[in-house]
Structures are given as structure tokens and as C-alpha cells.
């Protein structure tokens, strides 16, 4: 019996990589850094792997079912960026001041703008920082509420980025 199992789960672990290829992201795995950078091979894998590594966001997508690692629909979408939000809203509240970031850079991604338009995203959370931060009671569900009325009235990123208003309202 015992032997039989480890059979099972050999057998398993030799087909797994194949199934990653096959999910549609790369040799990183699912997970934030999947959605950032995408499935394509090369030295772009080695920041998906960090990105995922240092969010934490393959083991929650393979748990919650998001992040590349499940179905995706707007609601489950609309919480990535949420719990995203509410894990980083420090960081996110420096580096919109500065108009550049690593985390901003990700948000940016998790609203599949390409990856182009990210010093016009950057920009623009910089020059609207006082309609995204109101003040310092603002919390991380009211700040992506107010990015999503921000971007949708953004002459480019409104066309270049997937903005469909969740259900955080």
C-alpha cells in the first residue's frame, strides 16, 4: 500500500511541471509575479519567482484560487487587488508621492495596463495623490475605489488598462 502511494505521488510530481506550462504561466509558477510578467521564458521568470516569493501571493492564489492559480472573473480580480492593497498600502502610499515603485509597478500590472504605461500610471497616482489618499484615515478598499474613478478618466490609461469598477463601491 505504502508502496503504491509513493508510486502515485512520484508520478505526480514528474508531471507537474508540465502542468504549469500548460496553465499559461511560466517556469515561476502562478501567483503575482505570473500577472506581472507573464508566461513568457527567460530572465523575466527570475523577478516573477521574487515577486511571488516576496508577496506571498503563490501560496495565497494557490489557496484562494486567484493570482493566474484558478479562475479569474472580476470578483476574484477585484479581491487580489484588495488583499494586495491592504498588504502593501504603505508602501503603495510612498511610491504613488514619488510617481514610481515596485509596488506600484505590480498594481499597475494587476490592472493589466502594459507594462509601457506604467510611468503613466506612476504619473498620474503622483498628480491625483490627494483624490487617491484623501487623508490619513483612508483605507486601502476607499484608495482603490477612488484609483478606479481616477483611471477610468484617464485619457490613456482609461483604454490601455483592463479598469472594470468592482464591486469594492
Known amino acids: 500500500m505504502l508502496r503504491n502511494s509513493l508510486a502515485v505521488l512520484t508520478t505526480l510530481l514528474l508531471l507537474f511541471p508540465l502542468s504549469t506550462f500548460a496553465a499559461g504561466y511560466g517556469a515561476a509558477g502562478c501567483g503575482l509575479g505570473s500577472i506581472v510578467v ?18 506571498g501571493s503563490q501560496t ?17 480580480l477585484s479581491k487580489e487587488r484588495e488583499v494586495f492593497a491592504s498588504q502593501n498600502y504603505t508602501s503603495l502610499v510612498k511610491e504613488m508621492a514619488q510617481g514610481s515603485g515596485e509596488n506600484l509597478s505590480i498594481l499597475a500590472g494587476m490592472y493589466q495596463c502594459p507594462t509601457t504605461n506604467y510611468q503613466e500610471f506612476g504619473a498620474m497616482t503622483q498628480e491625483k495623490f490627494n483624490d487617491l489618499v484623501a487623508s490619513a484615515e483612508t483605507t486601502p478598499v476607499e484608495f482603490l475605489s477612488q484609483l478606479e474613478v481616477q483611471l477610468n ?3 490613456n490609461l482609461s483604454k490601455s488598462c483592463n ?7
Open 38 to 55: 507573464g508566461s513568457d521564458r527567460g530572465p523575466g521568470q527570475i523577478f516573477a519567482a521574487t515577486t511571488n516569493g516576496t508577496s
Open 60 to 76: 495565497f492564489g494557490i489557496t484562494s484560487g486567484t493570482s493566474n492559480c484558478g479562475d479569474h472573473g472580476l470578483l476574484n
Open 153 to 155: 478618466q484617464h485619457h
Open 163 to 169: 479598469i472594470q469598477l468592482s464591486a469594492l463601491n
